[in-house]
């Protein structure tokens, strides 16, 4: 039985590869109009944590839909391509519909994407900028880069500032009177909605960060 349930939601352009990047660390997906979902374990410190993430389509045309995603999440990851410009000039964008969803705590790393047999253009001085602008924790992914490294590093950020500030976390999933929820049954409301809806210095080339 897991310890923790964390909300996590994956956002970004569409073609940046987000999917693909959740693809080769999962197999199954279920999949929503707009949205598709999946869940996973990892254990951090001896803890059991659930995570319930959904990867949210790049298509403005289901931006409500996706907006309701935000609601309660605990950790956003923002996916931009490095072979695109506008796709990194819209963090800015998807980063102001995060800060809208009215969070009291988000945890929130960016992922810039390799595209094979395209070339980086985003230079690294430009995410530095970046991600000291919102204080983002920063990967670069490769084809040998695996997406649980950058859900382990949010896991401990928000287990850490858990421990610090545990005020910040009322009503967020996985949390119940700003306190983790340990016990399944505690954690009534949220299998209910897996339904359909309608319609700051760069590290090493793969784990790196920007703090």
Request: glycine share 4%; with cysteine.
């Amino acid at each position: 039985m897991y310890q923790f349930l964390f909300k996590f939601v994956i956002v970004g352009d569409k073609n940046t590869g987000k999917t693909s990047l959740i693809k080769n660390y999962v197999n199954t997906i279920i999949p929503t109009i707009g949205v598709d979902f999946f869940s996973t374990n990892i254990i951090l410190d001896n803890k059991d944590i659930k995570l319930h993430i959904w990867d949210t389509s790049g298509n403005r045309n289901f931006l409500n839909i996706i907006s309701v995603y935000f609601k309660n999440a605990i950790g956003v990851v923002v996916v931009f391509s490095l072979s695109d410009y506008q796709s990194f000039n819209n963090i800015d964008f998807w980063i102001n519909q995060i800060n809208s969803s009215n969070n009291d705590y988000k945890n929130i790393i960016l992922i810039g994407n390799k595209h094979k047999n395209y070339s980086k253009i985003i230079s690294d001085e430009d995410i530095k900028k970046k991600c000291y602008e919102y204080n983002l924790i920063y990967f670069e992914a490769d084809e040998n880069f695996i997406i649980q490294n950058c859900f382990i590093k949010m896991c401990n950020n928000i287990l850490c500032d858990f421990k610090k500030k545990p005020y910040l976390f009322r009503n967020l999933e996985g949390f119940k009177n700003n306190m983790p929820i340990l016990v399944t049954t505690d954690y009534l409301n949220f299998d209910n909605d897996l339904v359909d809806e309608e319609p700051k210095h760069l590290c090493c080339k793969n784990y790196c960060s920007i703090s």
